[in-house]
């Protein structure tokens, strides 16, 4: 079980009509860390700074981390 989640990267996307494509090219993502964000596995936090500063937002906004 994923303890990450990045349904809110994908809420703040939709919400600021941002495509992920523009995320991709903007933030220069690879496409191995797209696939990450959608299995909610882990990325660096050097990645969530990057996302972070492209859409403006909190760290809130992008990932969450779950608790059992």
């Not at 703040?12 to 992920?20: A, P, R």
């Not at 991709?24 to 860390?33: D, G, H, I, S």
């Amino acid at each position: 079980m994923h303890l990450i989640t990045y349904d809110p990267l994908f809420r703040t996307i939709e919400k600021n009509n941002v495509q992920l494509i523009d995320l991709v090219r903007e933030c220069k993502l690879a496409p191995a860390t797209v696939a990450k964000f959608k299995k909610n596995q882990s990325v660096t936090l050097e990645t969530i700074d990057k996302v972070c500063c492209f859409l403006k937002v909190p760290i809130e906004e992008v990932v969450k981390i779950k608790h059992n």
